[in-house]
């Protein structure tokens, strides 16, 4: 995640268009705070530091931008535009492209343009298709490649080995064919460095023709310059120092970091990742990283991970990057702040740019309290920009400005984003310029803002507009005979190994869909079996048929109801049909923390190799239906996944083919499960289970108790166990009315739609189910309300999925080297969205991570308490309430879940303590 700015006063000379300014920046916010102290800037032209080589984004890192080209040719080019477009948006000036190995490098498997040795593809995927439309938008934009994992064959599976450059260099040629210009090349993501290797790398970069292309090393830390003195030839071969999340991952961004030797290197220093954050609620470290780093560290390139977030929510990091474009079918697209930050930059400056020193760039009032700025001059020696950030100031500020050095003293133009707002119409403002009299003008900031104060023009805000969100209808079919061989058929998101259209086998013309890794590959993270998810998260009753040909021996895997997925890939939510050539099926369940349970199993005739049958998986409510050939093999009952995508999928890495992909409709079955609050974190309950007419619901400790099971009918009737309804008193439509339980009828106000945002709404009364005065307590009623989109609107049907991030802390809950065993504790630790920090809230009321219970030792109730993971018992110690509030509060003793001292380094324990309210008390999910 990104850091967290801070803010900055500007105080005039000239005291008129100091107020205009101030009332300008004071009218979108309100009130205008306090004055705070002044700070006074010299823009000194002839105080000139390091080279600015811009600011931007990657694409990459595990199939980010993948849904991207997909999307109608209209929003696609919007999007595009708000990325690339000069004067428009983003502006960015640098992007990070993936060289692409078949394996997950964290959304998604990027397809290598070389599957096994010598067979090479320069049109795979769609990295260079982005990067033809980003240098479409903007000639001057910069690239920069890198690879994260690699095809097995590499090297014999060895990575620092001259197969490796020579794959590398077989994809510069590719981009080549493409018109791209690489600018920049690094080893491989986060893997250290082989030094040797490096050398290579130059020697025979330089032997290709691309003499040109500077190497960026290592993308992992700052060690490589600590060999640069005893080691000549490889400090000539790299051109560029990088590092990750120099300024911490997932933190506030409150300072940065290098070494001494990484500083004297005579190198640029990148931040070449970091990011990690909501395309919103990262905006505050992302600002704070692109300044804060110059002025801490001496960076002078800023790549944000990701660019973009074109992936289906159920994925890691779905809304994570620059924006988020999930909804190809509907052309639906969220604008980020960061992207705004990013412009604040981007169209401001451009690589080749000098940063100024001194006064021009430092902290407001000398305080990191107040914020940051920098100031950089162009190459012209005239143009200037200034880029402040408020972040963490509670009052306005004044700066007094003073030019020099032989820089413009014209009017200055100032723009303006406030981070805190969600009104679009608050990002990226243009605001009124300020005349310089004398070389010397004030300004006036308000808390939480950006600004860059600026000579240069051509600035703009983009004025497209997403279309609303819609589902995929069904049905939905792909028989894969439309594309060229070798693409990626829409819709289909790689999870590992690669799925490409193949001329069909087994004597069927046409074209088809085949896993095309032959071996494992080089993973960047932990291996899976090859799968590929398909469609949109939301569809719930359907059947998923395809025609499968087995071309080894082995295992394919149909997958339905795909949901919530951790990393790494193999922690994939879903129903699965597994069959064998042997004819040996099951049918199974996957979880989100990587445990597979068999529900049903057996075997029929052997299925063969090199022929085609036709496998499917069908739900209808509750009810998983598996056939082969037309032929039901089994059916079983499971109320875990209601929705999710389709999938298909090898065991291993088998090069069997697909076709004839269909997705049909079902009548809506009954769909058990409980109501959820999100804001309590409490549960709808049956008073006593009392099935007496009238009996009205109310929140309860969730315990997975039949008094709180609510089956949602076809009839979309919300049923207890006891065959009562959830019933709107009288049938009123007022906000207020209560809801209770009464004998099932036909009427609407015994009707409710369930929707996936958790809104649960009344046919009747077009009103939403909710907690009146947002109560949290047990006992609190339910009633019906207009809908407005709160917590206390907002129900889970079933187990949610997420991480305990302190809020004093910014550290994950971990449960350290993933280590089950009864008693290990679990303590903070820097969150990496690994399965030992994904906490799964049970229907029931219990945490688990890892299929263990977070436990209260000994079921003990005093301050102080540990808690531990345990055998799942059922009992009260092992149940927990997690609040909206951010509390997260034992049932067992009515105690928080509290950081053992206010402690925020890793490794810090966990107790129960009483709540306070404390921030060591205060948890986020994400």
């Known amino acids: 995640m990104l850091p967290v700015p801070r803010r900055k006063r500007f105080r005039s000379l000239l005291a008129l268009a100091a107020l205009t300014l101030a009332a300008t920046l004071a009218g979108a916010a309100g009130a205008t705070p306090a004055q705070a102290a002044t700070t006074t800037i010299t823009l000194d032209g002839t105080v000139a530091g390091r080279t600015f080589d811009g600011v931007g984004a990657i694409s990459g890192g595990g199939g980010n931008s993948r849904l991207l080209i997909d999307y109608p040719e209209a929003q696609r080019a919007q999007i595009l535009d708000y990325l690339f477009k000069p004067g428009y948006g983003a502006a960015v000036q640098l992007l990070k492209l993936e060289i692409g190995g078949d394996a997950n490098s964290t959304d998604g498997s990027e397809p290598s343009h070389q599957h096994v040795r010598g067979d090479i593809n320069c049109n795979v995927g769609y990295e260079f298709w982005l990067g033809e439309q980003a240098v479409a938008r903007n000639p001057n934009i910069k690239l920069v490649a890198l690879p994260w994992a690699a095809p097995g064959w590499v090297g014999g599976h060895n990575f620092w080995s001259q197969d490796m450059i020579d794959y590398d260099i077989s994809w510069l040629n590719c981009a080549k064919q493409h018109g791209l210009t690489i600018n920049y090349l690094g080893g491989w993501n986060e893997r250290g460095h082989d030094s040797g290797w490096y050398k290579n790398l130059r020697t025979s970069l330089n032997n290709a023709g691309f003499g040109s292309v500077q190497i960026v090393g290592d993308d992992s830390g700052w060690g490589m310059a600590d060999e640069f003195g005893a080691d000549a030839t490889l400090k000539n071969a790299v051109g560029v120092l990088g590092n990750h999340y120099v300024c911490g ?15 004297n290197s005579g190198k640029p220093l990148w931040a070449s990742e970091f990011g990690s954050q909501d395309d919103n609620a990262g905006v505050v470290p992302y600002i704070r990283t692109v300044n804060r780093g110059y002025l801490d560290a001496e960076l002078t390139g800023f790549l944000n991970w990701p660019l973009l977030a074109a992936i289906t929510p159920n994925l890691p990091y779905a809304t994570v990057g620059l924006m988020d474009a999930g909804s190809p079918w509907s052309g639906s697209y969220r604008v980020g702040k960061n992207l705004w930050a990013n412009a604040h930059y981007g169209q401001f400056t451009q690589p080749g740019w000098r940063y100024l020193n001194n006064s021009a760039s430092g902290y407001l009032g000398g305080n990191r309290a107040n914020g940051s700025y920098v100031s950089l001059k162009s190459p012209n020696n005239s143009d200037y920009s200034t880029i402040y950030e408020t972040s963490g100031s509670t009052a306005a500020q004044t700066v007094n400005v003073t030019v020099a050095g032989g820089l413009s003293t014209g009017t200055v133009h100032v723009w303006s984003t406030d981070m805190g707002s969600d009104n679009p119409a608050d990002h990226f403002v243009k605001q009124a310029d300020v005349p310089v009299s004398g070389g010397k003008y004030a300004l006036t900031l308000q808390p939480h803002r950006i600004y860059t104060v600026t000579t240069t023009t051509g600035q703009g805000k983009g004025t497209a507009v997403s279309p609303p969100t819609g589902t995929l209808a069904l049905p939905y079919t ?65 059947t998923v048929t395809t025609d499968v040909d087995m071309q080894q021996a082995g295992t394919v895997t149909l997958l ?17 049909l ?13 979880t989100s923390s990587g445990t597979r349970s068999t529900l049903s199993s057996g075997n029929r005739a052997a299925l063969g190799l090199n022929t085609w049958h036709t496998i499917a998986l069908g739900f209808s409510g509750n009810t998983i239906t598996a056939s082969v050939d037309g032929a039901v093999v089994g059916q079983v009952t499971d109320t875990t996944f209601t929705t999710g995508q389709v999938g298909l999928g090898v065991v291993g890495y088998q090069t069997n083919q697909f076709d004839n992909l269909r997705v049909t409709p079902n009548a809506a079955g009954t769909l058990a499960g409980v109501l959820k609050g999100q804001e ?25 108790g039949t008094n709180q099971q609510w089956t949602l009918t076809p009839a979309k009737q919300l049923r207890t166990p006891g065959g009562k309804c959830l019933d709107v008193n009288g049938a009123g439509t007022a906000d207020g009315t209560a809801v209770h339980i009464w004998d099932c009828g036909g009427g609407t106000n015994q009707q409710w739609t369930v929707n996936s945002d958790g809104s649960v709404v009344g046919a009747g009364s077009g009103k939403c189910l909710e907690v009146g005065n947002h109560l949290t307590t047990n006992g609190s009623p339910l009633t019906i309300w207009g809908c407005n989109g709160g917590a206390n609107q907002k129900w889970a049907r079933g187990d949610t999925v997420g991480i305990l991030k302190g809020l004093q802390s910014g550290k994950c809950v971990d449960l350290p080297a993933a280590n089950t065993a009864n008693g290990t ?4 630790w820097t969150c990496n969205n690994g399965s030992n920090q994904a906490w799964t809230s049970t229907a029931n009321g219990r945490l688990t991570v890892l299929d263990k219970c977070l436990d209260v030792a000994g079921g003990a109730t005093a301050d102080g308490t540990v808690v531990d993971v345990w055998d799942c018992t059922g009992g009260a110690n092992q149940q927990w309430t997690v609040n909206a509030d951010g509390s997260v509060v034992a049932v067992g003793s009515g105690k928080c879940l509290d950081a053992v001292g206010h402690g925020t380094a890793d490794g810090t324990p966990l107790v129960i303590w009483t709540c306070t309210g404390a921030a060591n008390q205060k948890w986020a999910r994400g």
């Not at 070798?486 to 190994?497: A, F, I």
Request: include cysteine.
């Open 249 to 263: 991952y997932l933190s506030q961004a409150e300072s940065c970091s290098t070494t001494t030797n990484a500083r």
């Open 478 to 542: 792909d028989t894969f005979d439309g594309y060229a061989v070798r693409k990626q058929p829409k819709y289909t998101e790689d999870m590992q190994g690669s799925f490409e259209t193949r001329a069909c086998a087994a004597g069927r013309g046409g074209t088809c869909l085949q896993q095309v890794a032959p071996v494992q590959p080089i993973n960047w993270q932990d291996d899976s079996d090859a799968f590929t998810l398909v469609g949109d998260p939301s569809w719930s009753d359907y």
């Open 560 to 576: 339905g109801r795909a949901n919530t997925q951790n990393r790494p890939q193999s922690h994939q939510a879903a129903y699965q």
């Open 578 to 590: 597994r069959i064998s050539d042997t004819g040996a099926w099951s049918i199974a369940r996957t």
């Open 680 to 704: 309590s974190g409490r549960c709808a309950d049956v008073p006593g289970g009392n099935q007496a007419n009238g009996t009205r619901p109310a929140l309860w400790d969730c315990t997975g």
């Open 825 to 828: 504790r679990p303590a903070f």
